[in-house]
Nanobody, 124 residues
């Protein structure tokens, strides 16, 4: 099983940018579909985006489409979530997740491994 560690969260003003990292150990990420999820206070965890294991395709929730981008650096075994034009409603704990499979997945239960999460706070 792959171990995941997120980093890069913090406090940013509305309109600003952050880049989250998800570093993997134990297995190579090139054979995993990698998803990003987030959980705001008092809300359920929700899908943000996913990168297929080849990195050739990415899919995003409507709420972040055009603002967030997922990328991979297979040499570093790391996946990134670039977040631009941040809004206060993007405030949440962000999680990366991995599934040892091709394809793309939107549901939490479809993922095998999870990171511990990193807090993102967007001030207005």
């Amino acid at each position: 099983q792959v171990q995941l560690v997120e980093s890069g969260g913090g406090l940013v003003q509305a309109g600003g940018s952050l880049r989250l990292s998800c570093a993997a150990s134990g297995r190579t990420l090139s054979t995993y579909a990698m998803g990003w999820f987030r959980q705001a206070p008092g809300k359920e965890r929700e899908f943000v985006g996913v990168s297929t294991w080849s990195g050739g395709s990415t899919y995003y929730a409507e709420s972040v489409k055009g603002r967030f981008t997922i990328s991979r650096d297979n040499a570093k075994n790391t996946v990134y979530l670039q977040m631009n034009s941040l809004k206060p409603e993007d405030t949440a704990v962000y999680y990366c997740a991995a599934r040892y499979s091709s394809g793309y997945y939107y549901r939490e239960r479809e993922y095998d491994s999870w990171g511990q999460g990193t807090q993102v706070t967007v001030s207005s």
